[in-house]
């Protein structure tokens, strides 16, 4: 049975959230969804403008595609802030359970990283996209109703605590 934290146990969290570092964040998980409802989280993986996160669906097809059929190169990464996840979840093995690609320690709010911005991972280059990631029934299901709250916000949009898309823009 999954366990779902309390709207005053979520909030309680906000502090340690907000002191997510600006600058030069930590790369605490990888995750691909090699198939829907399927998670991996390997250790290491290639990102490329072509195929986004080696090993995930996105390059075979996605929620939001461009005219020809392909998949959209804005919402070909999502990014997650690790403290929100771990306030959230029971424990860091449902961490995989959000489908973000990057689960880092950094800093994702509107105040400190504007889409056009840049982050770097090794020799990768990403840039942040204006697609807005939001909570949805599944999120629901996996971390409760109260996280859904909480993420959905005014404060939980600008803090963008469901996350962020990005594009692969150098391999």
């Known amino acids: 049975m999954i366990e779902y934290r309390s709207q005053s146990f979520l909030e309680s969290g906000l502090a340690h959230i907000r002191n997510s570092p600006a600058d030069n964040g930590i790369l605490e998980m990888i995750v691909t969804r090699p198939a829907k409802k399927a998670r991996s989280t390997p250790h290491r993986c290639t990102l490329s403008s072509q195929g986004g996160v080696e090993g995930d669906h996105w390059a075979k097809g996605c929620w939001k595609s461009l005219p020809d059929g392909s998949p959209d190169p804005t919402v070909q990464v999502a990014i997650m802030n690790s403290r929100c996840l ?40 990403l840039e942040i996209t204006a697609v807005p990631h939001n909570g949805c029934a599944s999120f629901k299901d996996r971390y409760g109703e109260e996280a859904l709250k909480f993420i959905s916000t005014k404060g939980g949009k600008e803090l963008r605590l469901r996350g962020i898309y990005a594009k692969v823009i150098q391999d």
Not at 98 to 106: E, F, Q, R, T
């Open 86 to 125: 771990d306030l959230i979840s029971a424990s860091r093995s449902q961490w995989s359970l959000a489908g973000d690609n990057l689960i880092v320690d950094l800093d994702l709010s509107i105040h400190n990283l504007e889409p056009g911005q840049r982050l770097s991972i090794g020799t990768v280059i």
